[in-house]
């Protein structure tokens, strides 16, 4: 493939800092006060963090979709300002699965992420193994002959710190007390082994479902889908938060109890229609605000 038509990837791009527990509200609180806070020395001194530990704030900020870049330098997006206003200190795991999604959806900023959720299976992998099988994958993704395995490997030892409580050969005490990822159950680590597994039923989870779910009716310009697609799809559920067919079945039929879609599956049909016309944005919003009146009247 030329070079003209390979695909934008990144890869390292975290200054092989794995997503910290308190960057993210550090950060937002930093953009909120003064939008050129990365303006000098990467904002570090801001930060009271070194220059590339301030770099891989900046880049996870962008990843999970806290901020936008801007002509004045960055501003809190949509997503970011409602996390500033109802969970600055990101305790809630509904945060956690959205900021999840970015992330493992975005396959220009965090190109590993996406193709180890969206193209790698769910077999048992021993470190080197899964080296080796996202390299491939991301050289068939990007188009690219090749690409640096010291860069991939770096990947690799970051997706699994960042998402796996297990201890094995890179564990690193420090990072793992403090990545908060580790709680959406999404990878399991055993001694040399790493699989991908289905998270626990969560009501947090049902709501990211949702948001994805009506991010790909935005994207589409559509409000039907099969079941199949949501399953398979990148970018979508079952690919990005490892739900298998019961589980994603599970969370639709509590979507339609709730009247959001419709499922059809008479027929072999399988599909789901939606119910009512909310922007990805709004799923957000309503999903904070709902949580904030029931914790107001749970303090009652």
Avoid at 74 to 94: C, H, P
Avoid at 172 to 193: H, I, M, Q, T, V
Avoid at 271 to 286: G, H, P, T
Wanted: charged share 30%; glycine share 6%.
């Amino acid at each position: 493939m030329s070079e003209q038509t390979a695909k934008k990837i990144r890869l390292k791009g975290h200054e092989t800092f794995i997503l910290r527990e308190g960057w993210l509200a550090k950060g937002i609180r930093a953009v909120a006060d003064n939008p050129k806070v990365f303006s000098v020395y990467s904002g570090a001194d801001a930060l009271g963090v070194g220059t590339n530990m301030a770099k891989a704030i900046r880049y996870w900020l962008k990843a999970a979709g806290l901020i936008e870049e801007t002509k004045n330098g960055v501003e809190l997006s949509a997503f970011g300002k409602n996390v500033m206003t109802y969970d600055s200190y990101f305790e809630d795991r509904f945060t956690l699965w959205i900021i999840h999604a970015h992330i493992a959806s975005n396959a220009e900023l965090a190109t590993s992420w996406y193709v180890f959720f969206n193209r790698i299976g769910c077999e048992e992998y021993t470190r080197d193994e899964l080296v080796y099988s996202l390299n491939r994958e991301l050289c068939v993704y990007s188009g690219l002959q090749e690409l640096p395995e010291s860069s991939v490997s770096a990947d690799v030892t970051a997706i699994i710190n960042m998402y796996s409580r297990d201890k094995g050969r890179d564990y690193d005490p420090e990072e793992k007390k403090l990545s908060p990822f580790a709680e959406l159950g999404l990878l399991k680590r055993d001694n040399r082994y790493v699989r991908k597994q289905t998270p626990v039923s969560d009501d947090a989870l049902e709501y990211a479902v949702l948001y994805l779910l009506r991010r790909y009716f935005e994207q589409e310009k559509t409000d039907s889908v099969s079941i199949d697609k949501l399953l398979t799809g990148s970018g979508l559920m079952g690919r990005i938060f490892n739900l298998n067919r019961v589980e994603l079945n599970f969370y639709l039929d509590k979507l339609a109890v709730d009247e959001y879609i419709t499922v059809n599956r008479t027929a072999g049909l399988d599909m789901v229609y939606s119910l009512r016309n909310m922007s990805a944005q709004d799923v957000i919003s309503a999903y904070y605000k709902n949580r904030q009146t029931l914790l107001k009247d749970e303090d009652r």
